[in-house]
């Protein structure tokens, strides 16, 4: 790969980026792994919907709850350090995504160029604001740049020569010996350093599917690919493989999940069921199928979009372009279902990022031919006239393009700061409040959540046993399912067990039926209906903090003000609203006695 530069540039950004996140993006940033490996580790937590479905996989989990239990043996484990710690590892994972990128575009192109990708790597806004979060896409993310890179050396691309190779040999090819002109009838198997690299993609491939089973989308080109290209022994080494690493890693995961569960649950096809067959998804919003090439990666890319886009047509070769073509591959299969989100183009980007690369080095003046090795200007003749030619045209690139390029690059980091430290800060911040309530009344601190579902991180966030509730909005098969899960938790405050605004067979949400009358329905919580099937709440039982949006807060003022609460804080989260469930203040209001 790339020198102790890289790496440690790579580990500055990221690692600072960790340390200074103030922001929130998706609810599976939290609830799908840190609230979950909370739970498991400390005992207390909750459990969404999709853990009583068998949606997710607890091997992701393991990421974070070894460190959980490491900071609890060690009476470590502060606010700090839980919220922490994760993100940290997580800025790993991102460091080691960055250098795969820069090592891919030395593969195709050359060391200029991997310098350029890689910093239009560490511009990218939204790897910032993405890439370091506990999500399974950036795992993911991680894992297709390094599983491509592998997958690339296999396929023995042309830039070996860049990478100290003297040799033209693919780095995954078998070597075929023997009689009568090398037919093939004493094959032997690949030399170890050349199985390495197939191992190496394979088991990437494995753990994607593994952390999100939807990944298996995207791999099965790569595979098919390969399936195509190898012959005889070298076909029968690479199923081998692919059945020890892959049974392997699935088998584990499978046990792994066994004892999560407590019963056998086959995720990947549960996931593959819900959201493809039955697709479920769409259930948090559709999108047209072009969403993903039309909307979502000009927004992911932003400024760096010229760059892509010139990148693109200047490279040259099939080699050079198949990057190009799992990424376009992992954009069609995420534009299968319905449900798309921006965080699951963040495999695509990395992948397209070395073509950013190229066309800042050549436009930079950095990506001629003049001062390369003999062996560099050997592959730069393979690449293909095209490239060639428009080299040649920007060896001595305008001031222009010079600007330009540092334009694209500088553009991003606004962006980048905002929404690290800004946008949707105030539903993080919120819980730094809550914690602060804790550790001063631990015995009189509860909450009640009036905020869209998920809206906030919960208890990895605060840290503490108090009593929260939040509406819950659970698909209606799962509701019952996923309410026996954390009833323990709840049954502080009984929220009503049916809506009185429901139409004759009509089953709402306790979310839903809060939204068609927020003030019936908060009264009803708060001084209890038998109509509603919920008792009389004393007032020593009553939530001693509510958090919910300005617009909603402001409309239940005066009810909430005749209950005995009162503002506490209001928090800004935001410049510009982007998101309807997301508005620009969030309030946290207090009984009066509790103030």
Request: proline share 6%; glycine share 8%; aromatic share 10%.
């Amino acid at each position: 790969m790339l020198g102790r530069r890289a790496l440690a540039a790579s580990l500055a950004v990221r690692l600072a980026v960790a340390l200074a996140i103030r922001t929130a993006f998706a609810p599976d940033e939290y609830w799908q792994s840190l609230e979950v490996a909370h739970r498991v580790v400390f005992g207390y937590g909750h459990l969404t919907w999709e853990w009583a479905a068998g949606l997710r996989s607890y091997a992701h989990l393991l990421l974070f709850a070894g460190p959980y239990a490491v900071l609890r043996a060690l009476h470590l484990d502060s606010a700090w350090a839980v919220v922490r710690v994760p993100l940290l590892l997580q800025a790993l994972a991102a460091a080691a995504t960055d250098l795969y990128v820069a090592a891919t575009a030395a593969l195709l192109f050359r060391r200029a160029v991997a310098r350029w990708a890689l910093a239009c790597q560490l511009a990218s806004w939204f790897n910032a604001y993405c890439l370091g979060r506990t999500y399974s896409n950036s795992l993911e993310a991680a894992l297709a740049a390094a599983g491509t890179y592998h997958w690339l050396r296999c396929r023995g691309s042309r830039a070996e020569a860049a990478l100290g190779s003297s040799h033209g040999r693919p780095a995954c090819r078998s070597r075929s010996g023997g009689q009568r002109g090398g037919s093939g009838r004493h094959e032997e198997p690949p030399a170890t350093a050349e199985r390495r690299h197939q191992r190496a993609w394979l088991a990437c491939a494995a753990l994607s599917v593994v952390f999100r089973p939807s990944s298996a989308l995207f791999w099965v080109l790569p595979a098919a690919l390969e399936l195509a290209r190898q012959r005889s022994w070298a076909l029968w080494v690479l199923l081998g493989d692919a059945a020890l690493l892959g049974g392997g890693l699935l088998g584990a995961a499978a046990l792994v999940d066994r004892v999560g569960y407590g019963r056998w649950v086959a995720v990947p096809w549960e996931f593959f069921r819900f959201n493809l067959l039955v697709g479920a998804s769409a259930q948090y919003g559709g999108h047209p199928w072009h969403w993903n090439i039309t909307q979502g990666l000009p927004t992911v890319a932003a400024s760096l979009l010229p760059l892509l886009v010139a990148g693109l047509a200047w490279a040259g070769g099939k080699e050079a372009r198949l990057p190009a073509l799992l990424a376009g591959w992992s954009l069609a299969a995420y534009s299968l279902p319905a449900h798309k989100e921006f965080r699951f183009l963040l495999p695509a980007l990395q992948l397209l990022m070395p073509y950013c690369g190229l066309a800042a080095a050549s436009l930079r003046g950095s990506g001629n031919s003049s001062g390369q090795s003999g062996a560099s200007k050997a592959a730069a003749v393979r690449r293909g006239g095209a490239q060639a030619a428009s080299e040649a045209r920007l060896r001595g690139p305008a001031a222009w393009q010079r600007w330009g390029v540092a334009a694209c690059l500088l553009l991003q980091l606004p962006m980048a700061a905002y929404f690290v430290l800004v946008h949707q800060g105030a539903q993080v911040g919120v819980m730094q409040l809550i914690r602060r309530e804790a550790a001063a009344k631990p015995l009189s601190t509860s909450v009640l959540f009036l905020t869209p579902c998920h809206a906030t991180p919960y208890y990895s966030h605060v840290h503490a046993a108090i009593p929260m509730r939040f509406l819950d909005c659970s698909p209606p098969q799962y509701a019952a399912a996923t309410a026996a899960l954390n009833a323990a938790a709840e049954a502080w405050l009984p929220l009503p067990a049916a809506c009185p605004t429901a139409g004759p067979g009509e089953q709402l949400s306790q979310r839903r039926c809060f939204e068609r009358d927020p003030a019936a329905y908060l009264a009803t919580v708060l001084e209890g209906s038998a109509h509603a099937g919920t008792p009389a709440v004393p007032p020593q039982r009553r939530p001693s903090l509510l958090v919910g949006y300005a617009p909603l807060m402001g409309r239940l003022d005066a009810q909430l003000q005749r209950w005995g609460y009162r503002p506490r804080a209001r928090l800004r989260n935001c410049w510009v609203q982007t998101d309807e469930d997301s508005p620009c203040q969030l309030q946290l209001w207090a009984l009066r006695d509790e103030a």
